[in-house]
């Protein structure tokens, strides 16, 4: 089947340590996207990625940093400079270029920070 | 620019009693317009979307959706509740010549016996 992977489902990390996030995907979609959950504020766009080697910063991107070498696959890195980096997150993908491509999500990693 | 107003943060119903979760977006031009709903640490699963082609959208577990562009409102209704709808549910909006959609706040839908 088709879908998206993320890895780790759990996070725990120190406060001051960076912490990679998983994203795959095998659904061959060119855009990919990272979003952040907190309760009672919905999803807020982190980064996002239309095409391999290629990203653009989201609402949200300072603290984090992604990459693109593979069409499959986009990591988020969440790095010491994001002051509060406890929260769920997602990854998704999409058809580029059509209005009407809903996204397709993981099932997010909860990342806590101590 | 693009919104979306979920203009309720919890619903509360019984089940077997009819559920509507109320969404307003503003935009500039035809948008495109999704339902999702999120289970407790879980991802984002489309439960339907308004693409222009019809006003009233049906998605999956009997849903279905409205596009009212006179009052600007794309509400979720669904005849029925069934304890395993109880979830949150996000109203989302597609910016014209732009990948981002942009998200409502949600709604939580509790779904008592």
């Known amino acids: 089947d088709g879908g998206i992977t993320q890895s780790p489902k759990y996070l725990f990390r120190k406060e001051g340590q960076n912490v990679t996030l998983s994203c795959e995907q095998n659904l061959n979609h060119d855009a990919m996207y990272w979003y952040r959950q907190d309760p009672g504020q919905g999803l807020r766009l982190i980064y996002y990625s239309q095409i391999v080697n290629d990203f653009q910063k989201g609402d949200i991107a300072e603290g984090y940093s992604v990459s693109r070498e593979k069409k499959e696959s986009f990591p988020l890195t969440v790095t010491s400079a994001q002051k509060n980096p406890t929260a769920f997150y997602l990854c998704?993908?999409?058809?580029?270029?059509?209005?009407?491509?809903?996204?397709?999500f993981g099932n997010g990693t909860r990342l806590t920070v101590t | 620019a693009q919104s979306v107003t979920q203009l309720d943060s919890h619903v509360s119903v019984s089940e077997g009693t009819p559920v509507l979760l109320r969404c307003n977006y503003s935009?500039?031009?035809?948008?495109?317009l999704f339902w999702y709903v999120q289970h407790p640490n879980k991802g984002l699963q489309l439960l339907l979307k308004y693409t222009s082609a019809a006003t009233l959208v049906k998605g999956i577990n009997g849903f279905e959706a409205e596009f009212k562009k006179s009052e600007t409102s794309f509400h979720l209704t669904k005849p029925s509740a069934h304890m395993s709808d109880a979830a949150e549910y996000f109203c989302?909006?597609?910016?014209?010549?732009?990948?981002?959609?942009?998200f409502g706040t949600g709604t939580r839908l509790l779904v008592s016996p």
């Open positions: 998704a993908s999409r058809e580029p270029g059509q209005l009407n491509s809903p996204l397709h």
């Open positions: 935009s500039s031009y035809s948008p495109s």
């Open positions: 989302v909006v597609s910016v014209t010549g732009f990948q981002k959609l942009v």
